[in-house]
Structures are given as structure tokens and as C-alpha cells.
């Protein structure tokens, strides 16, 4: 598995999302056992990047990571994520990020983490509460303290990264990003490449839409993420097959799946991206840490950058008022 730096931050280029194992898809945090060995399994083949956060149950995905990583804490750059959660009484589904709602945050973490540090901690989602020169100067004050190694920001826009990183240096920025979805090369990727700082895509597989296994909505839970989310619902839904069968196509003729295809994808933007990918099983995190060994022709990737684009928003509405680009 090659390696890449986000800032300073060495990973393996192919990370593993842990969201998955305990919450937001049909099934989530039904087979324990299963997650674990998916995890242990990402380990021994190189992945050394896993992706959490607080509010993933909430906190049964850090408690999971947590009696996971017991022993092999060392194998990992473990990364997880405040700020969804207010811990000074602004109420639930309120973004929090003022410095004592991190404060109290943090400690959390590292206690289901079962560690004393966390390697990169990315504030969820930009709080418009709370200026972002005072979550940064938190944070700041949590690496001065070496609670916390490196810090990142998710589906934050050029004004607040740059804001960030004045105070001080940014390692990754976390953003939905894939064939399906795309929008950061104009105005994002570029300021992260002047500032240098690492891209981490997460839902690198369209949640599992890219993967071409799923070719119906009905058999999504209640709970799931996916149920009522305007791509995968309607003609939207319909429209986009046609997407992951374009994808489908590439990836027979690269002798490779389409999940391998579409992370190949995103790895082929730079050498300065590590893709999360989820899974809580053996058998995709295979498949998926293999794609580090596909190597697509730039014919194959012009013909996937020319997708058209997908229908349907990535989030219902409430969700996307939450994020910059
Ligand atoms: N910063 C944020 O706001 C944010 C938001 C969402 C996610 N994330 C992070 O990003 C990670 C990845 O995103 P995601 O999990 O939502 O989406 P994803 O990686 O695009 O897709 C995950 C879905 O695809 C399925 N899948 C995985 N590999 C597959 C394969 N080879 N073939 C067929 N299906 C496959 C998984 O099912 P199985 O598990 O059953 O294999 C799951 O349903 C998360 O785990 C989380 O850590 C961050």
C-alpha cells in the first residue's frame, strides 16, 4: 500500500471509514464481530487510515474503534471528528464548536478511543455559531497539550479553510467527493493545493451507488442515510444507473470492479488525496485496499472525469445547509 501526506501527515493512500460499522446504512451495527475483523483485516493489508467520529451512533463507532484498536493502537493514524454534538446545552442537532463544547468533546473521545491521543481531529461541520479562529485556537491549544496531533476541517468552503489555517497549519479537509460528486477542482482543491493541505473524500463510493450493486431504493431501512436522499430516490435514481453502469463498463475493460474503479478514480486526482472508503466487511475491504494496485489508462479516466453529472442533490435539504463548498 503506497503512503501519501496530508500536510504533514503520513497515511496509506486508501483509508477505511468506520461510519458504516455502527450507523447511517441498513444493517449498521448489526454484526460487531464481522466490523472487527474488517478492521484487523484493513491492517494487514496496510491501511494504517481510519475514519470516525462522535457522532456515529453516537458514540458506539469510537467505543467500537476503540476495543478494536486494543494493542494496535500504534498500527494507526486514528482521525475522528467534533462539532455535530453540543456539549454546552445548544440541543440536539445543533452544531457546537465553541472551544468548551471541544473541550468536553475531546475528552470523550480519547476515553472511547481508549488512547491518549487522537491523530487528526476534524471539526464536522463548519458551526456558524462560533468564529472559526476560535475552534482553531482550541485545537491549537489541544496539540500544545498532545491530545491532539494534527486538525482538519469537513465540507468547509475556501474563506473558512483559509481563516484556519492562519491560526494554525491544516492538515486535511474532509469532503464528500467522487465520480458522482464533484464541485471541489474549481475553487477548493486548488486552495488546498496553495496551502498545502491533504483532501480526504469520504463516501469515495457514492455509498456504495458507484459499486453498481444496487440497482433498486426499496431495501433501504428506516435510518439508513440513503432512504429519501434525492439521488437515490425516484427518476433520479433511475437516471443515475445509468452513471454506475458507465462506471461498470471501465471497469471491465480495466479488469478491475467498479468500487476499484472509482477509488482508482480519485486517486489518480494526486498524490496529496486518501479516500475513506466504508465497509463492515471482510470481503470489500479486500476488494476496496486492492484498488491501490489498479492503474487506470488516461483514456479510462477522461472518459470517467466526463461523466455527465448525477441528478439529485447529495443531501436532503437540512443537511446541505450545513455544508460550504
Ligand atoms: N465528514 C463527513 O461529513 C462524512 C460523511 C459521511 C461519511 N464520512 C466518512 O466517510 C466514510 C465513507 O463514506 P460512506 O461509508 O458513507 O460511503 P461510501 O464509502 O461511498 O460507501 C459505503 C457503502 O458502500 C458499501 N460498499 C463498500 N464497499 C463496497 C464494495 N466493494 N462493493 C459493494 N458495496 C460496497 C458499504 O456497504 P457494506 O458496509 O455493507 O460493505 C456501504 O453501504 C464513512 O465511513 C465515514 O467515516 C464522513
Redesign the pocket.
Known amino acids: 500500500m503506497r503512503h501519501i501526506m496530508l500536510g504533514d501527515l503520513e497515511v496509506s493512500r486508501i483509508g477505511l ?4 460499522m455502527s450507523h ?2 441498513t444493517d449498521s451495527g448489526t454484526d460487531e464481530a464481522e466490523s472487527i475483523r474488517t478492521i484487523h483485516r484493513a491492517l494487514e493489508l496496510g491501511v494504517t487510515f481510519l ?2 467520529a462522535e457522532v456515529y451512533g453516537p458514540y458506539a463507532n469510537e467505543d467500537l474503534l476503540g476495543r478494536a484498536l486494543r494493542g494496535r493502537r500504534d498500527q494507526v493514524v486514528l482521525a475522528t ?1 467534533f462539532g455535530m454534538i453540543s456539549h454546552t446545552g445548544r440541543g440536539p442537532g445543533n452544531r457546537d464548536s465553541s472551544p468548551a463544547s471541544i473541550r468536553t468533546a475531546v475528552e470523550g473521545s480519547l476515553k472511547r478511543l481508549e488512547t491518549d491521543h487522537i491523530d487528526l481531529y476534524y471539526q ?1 461541520r463548519v458551526d456558524p455559531d462560533t468564529p472559526i479562529e476560535e475552534t482553531v485556537g482550541a485545537l491549537a491549544e489541544l496539540v500544545a497539550e498532545g491530545k491532539v496531533r494534527h486538525i482538519g476541517l ?2 468547509a468552503g475556501p474563506e473558512t479553510i483559509r481563516r484556519a489555517h492562519a491560526v494554525h497549519p491544516v492538515a486535511a479537509v ?1 469532503s464528500e467527493y467522487s465520480l458522482w460528486t464533484r464541485g471541489l477542482e474549481e475553487r477548493v482543491l486548488p486552495l488546498l493545493r496553495e496551502l498545502r493541505i491533504g483532501l480526504v473524500p ?7 451507488f458507484l ?1 453498481g ?1 444496487i440497482r433498486s431504493a426499496d431495501g433501504f431501512k428506516e435510518g439508513d442515510f440513503r432512504h429519501g436522499n434525492p439521488r437515490f430516490t425516484g427518476e433520479n435514481f433511475q437516471h443515475n444507473l445509468r452513471l454506475a453502469d458507465e462506471v461498470a463498463t471501465v471497469a471491465a475493460e480495466a479488469d478491475a ?1 467498479p ?1 476499484q474503479v472509482a477509488l482508482a478514480w480519485l486517486l489518480a486526482q494526486g498524490d496529496d488525496i486518501a479516500p ?6 471482510v470481503s ?1 475491504v479486500e ?2 485496499t486492492a484498488a491501490d494496485g489498479v492503474q487506470l489508462t488516461t483514456q479510462q479516466i477522461d472518459k470517467l472525469s466526463s461523466l455527465p453529472p448525477a441528478a439529485g442533490d447529495t443531501h436532503p435539504e437540512a443537511g446541505l445547509r450545513m455544508m460550504e463548498r
Open positions: 471509514g468506520a461510519m458504516g447511517g446504512y475514519d470516525t471528528k464536522h469537513s465540507e474532509q469520504f463516501a469515495p463510493l457514492g455509498r456504495g459499486t450493486k470492479t468500487a475513506i472508503p466504508g465497509t463492515k466487511r470489500r476488494e476496496n
